[in-house]
């Protein structure tokens, strides 16, 4: 028989990390107090994470190892969440979490996107399972908020943004995995605003549980003579419950849970199959009303863009915990001498931090985590920015929309791939106690594997990056993002400490520029297949440049900080981490770009010329 697993707090966040990169490195204080933020100031962001930070590790931090090991329930067609979930709701709702970001007008508080994305760090990286139900119910708001008509807004948005009632997003069909403009979902139209609904959808996460009253679904769906694959969709929001015009829940509206998933991770959250008008009684309407027809995909691209940066998100929430975890484990567990003295037999035991190998997976694991939640609030500065600005300056507006677009498909699969794979050394870290269940590191990495495939599987962030954001404004984001790193690397070429580092930072944007002119050389020469050979391999070559540059960016910043910092003070320690994770990702990481853009010149065709047969001899 197993031993029950302990409902305590795992979870562990480094606070002065996220005031560096919110105080130091952004400078978020010279947005704030002012448009939409001027409610905000340094004191009441501090307070907030502070506050987050607590109510994880008291709240959802000990219910993220029992829910994973007691998962799901179906029973007479209803999914019951893992015992404590329905409390935490409530919590999370009272507490006013949720709303951190919601505009006032909802009832929100208006915090800038940058506080919002590490309310949201904390809140998954101590439950990700958990997280997922508000945060499906907190995206589907936003598209009902940005293009419903304002009784769609009213009845659904205000209920879903404070928790009243759930939501999800329902795209996946069983026939058609990520291939979503062959969905078969049918809308008929009744002639009174409202249509049938019949289909299924799949791997629909949050699909149905006992958190609220009402879920509503955000179906993608097409009506009579509609146009073939994408163009011919519509957004329909299709409720669990019906409702009247004032909120009052009715009968039931034939949407039928099939299924849930039993999976390799977050088994807390239910991931389910949906059928949509069983008995021809499923109703919807069009988001926004008829005159939206067939303007789904542009609509659920919202949502969509969204869940792509919380999913990024998700991937390093993840791994922070992981790698803190995996620290504490190695200041704290004593195995074999110093390598001074490993002719020893009677040499003291050491802490495993103090063994080289250890450090190095360490060091490793801090600056990809580091970096990749910089690239992440870099990302969020670029919103705010764009939000503050908005009306003002219309070329400010657009080069930070156009730098959203461009890191978008950075974060989400830099983020979610590099969070697995820093979970996974993690367990290294820990050796075989990281492979048991008495530690929560096997979690983690479990849970983490789903980011690179959800929401978009992580080639198809890589097809969107190289065949339709390198090309947008005609390539002007592209040449944006050069410019910027460009401008930091000639001003801190000389660095007294960071000047090689700086220099190879050049290096591998030469070479990005030289691999994006052969994607286009492709695309243009009918090559076409050659894109999708390598468009991973460019994305994640963008990535570490951008990871890089942020991160040698806070250890110029750290670098300077430090001299009038007094000795023995916590921030000496601190900010030598900064440089050292610079270093690190830049001497062990970044000359991988300029190695990758050698292999895209050498243009190899083994994977598509192999012959099908030759793979295996079965």
Request: glycine share 10%.
């Amino acid at each position: 028989m197993s031993k029950p697993i302990p409902a305590i707090n795992r979870y562990r966040a480094d606070l002065r990390e996220l005031h560096f990169l919110l105080f130091e490195q952004i400078k978020i204080e010279e947005i704030l107090g002012q448009g939409k933020f001027e409610s905000w100031d340094a004191d009441a962001i501090k307070s907030t994470l502070t506050e987050m930070y607590k109510w994880c590790r008291e709240v959802t931090g000990p219910l993220n190892a029992t829910a994973d090991a007691e998962g799901c329930h179906l029973e007479n067609g209803a999914v019951t969440t893992p015992k404590g979930f329905k409390e935490a709701w409530k919590k999370l709702y009272d507490a006013g979490w949720k709303s951190i970001g919601v505009d006032a007008e909802y009832g929100g508080a208006g915090a800038p996107r940058v506080v919002q994305l590490l309310v949201e760090e904390m809140l998954s990286g101590s439950n990700t399972a958990f997280s997922m139900y508000s945060g499906l119910t907190y995206g589907a708001a936003e598209v009902v908020e940005a293009f419903g008509t304002p009784e769609q807004q009213k009845l659904f948005a205000e209920r879903m943004y404070s928790g009243v009632w759930g939501g999800t997003m329902c795209l996946t069909e069983p026939h058609a995995g990520s291939d979503v403009g062959s969905a078969r979902t049918k809308a008929t139209p009744n002639g009174d605003g409202t249509y049938n609904i019949s289909g299924t959808k799949i791997f629909i996460s949050a699909g149905d549980h006992d958190l609220t009253d009402n879920i509503i679904h955000l179906v993608l769906a097409r009506v009579p003579d509609a146009p073939a694959g994408t163009k011919g969709l519509t957004l329909f929001i299709v409720p669990k419950v019906r409702t009247d015009a004032a909120g009052k829940l009715g009968e039931s509206n034939d949407v039928a849970v099939g299924n849930i998933e039993h999976k390799m991770g977050i088994n807390g959250s239910s991931t389910c199959v949906l059928n949509f008008g069983e008995n021809g009684k499923c109703l919807g309407v069009p988001v926004g009303g008829d005159a939206k027809l067939n303007q789904g995909m542009s609509q659920m691209f919202k949502l969509m863009n969204s869940a792509r940066i919380a999913v990024g998100m998700q991937g390093y929430s993840v791994a922070s915990a992981a790698f803190l975890n995996a620290l504490d484990y190695a200041r704290e567990r004593k195995q074999g001498p110093s390598i001074k003295a490993f002719k020893d037999p009677t040499a003291p035991r050491v802490s495993i931090i103090e063994h080289a190998d250890v450090r190095r997976m360490l060091l490793d694991m801090k600056s990809k985590v580091e970096g990749i939640r910089a690239l992440a609030v870099k990302l969020a500065h670029h919103q705010d920015m764009s939000t503050l600005l908005e009306g003002k300056d219309d070329q400010a507006v657009a080069y930070h929309r156009g730098q959203v677009d461009l890191l978008v498909p950075l974060v989400k699969a830099y983020g979610s791939d590099q969070g697995f794979r820093v979970c996974e050394t993690a367990i290294q870290t820990y050796g075989g106690a990281g492979y048991t269940r008495d530690y929560p590191v096997e979690q983690y990495c479990r849970d983490a594997k789903i980011f690179s495939i959800y929401e978009g599987t992580n080639h198809i962030q890589a097809m969107d990056l190289v065949g339709r954001k390198l090309a947008q404004g005609g390539g002007v984001n592209l040449q944006q993002f050069g410019a910027d790193v460009a401008k930091f690397v000639a001003k801190n070429v000389e660095h007294p400490k960071l000047a090689n580092e700086v220099k190879s930072l050049g290096k591998a944007q030469e070479a990005i520029t030289r691999s994006a002119m052969k994607l286009l050389m492709w695309f243009q020469t009918g090559q076409l297949e050659m894109v999708p050979l390598v468009a991973n391999r460019f994305l994640e070559m963008m990535s570490e440049l951008a990871v890089s540059w942020l991160l040698l960016d806070a250890a110029v910043i750290a670098d300077e900080k430090v001299k009038s910092v007094a000795a023995g003070h916590p921030d000496v320690a601190f900010y030598a981490g900064k440089v050292a994770a610079a270093q690190y990702y830049a001497r062990n990481v970044l000359p991988g770009v300029e190695e990758k853009a050698r292999q895209l010149d050498v243009e190899d065709r083994t994977a598509l010329d192999i012959p099908d047969a030759a793979f295996a001899s079965l």
